[in-house]
């Protein structure tokens, strides 16, 4: 087992407001006094509910990973484009269309702090859900295109 890296008692932080499928929150990054990513808070609007208590979960958990060598690359890999709601488009360059809160915090991570090449690929048939018939959409290059309502003349839906 490798040792934790404390953070010390007095650090930077940057906080990241973010709105996905209508659920407000904020991401929280703690710095070492390298500048490295040594915890991750994150707060939504919605205090109670059973996805804060995942949320703050998921921090702890990402916070202890970190500081005992896991690198934020690695995580990231694993959480970006995991799927449940709420889920739903962003805004923000870059992430375009979250497919959970975890993908989006796992990807504004990656564009924020990651130090490497971060491949992140969507799985197969796995783009948002069409908002004409909910079938998933694929990636055309400019968005995302329906391929059951291509023919109908609806054409790509998205940004």
Known sequence: MSERRKLPDTRPALTHRFVVGGVKGYITVGFYDDGTVGEVFVRIAKAGST???LLDGWAVTTSLAVQHGVPLEVLINKLSYTRFEPA???GVE??????SVF???ARWLALRFSSKEVRLS????????CPHCGTS???NGAGW???ACQPSGKGPVGP
């Open 51 to 53: 996805l804060s208590g």
């Open 88 to 90: 739903g488009f962003t």
């Open 94 to 99: 870059g992430i375009g269309y979250a497919s």
């Open 103 to 105: 993908d989006y915090i």
């Open 122 to 129: 969507m799985p197969p048939g796995d783009g948002p859900p």
């Open 137 to 139: 959409q694929v990636p």
């Open 145 to 147: 295109e329906c391929s």
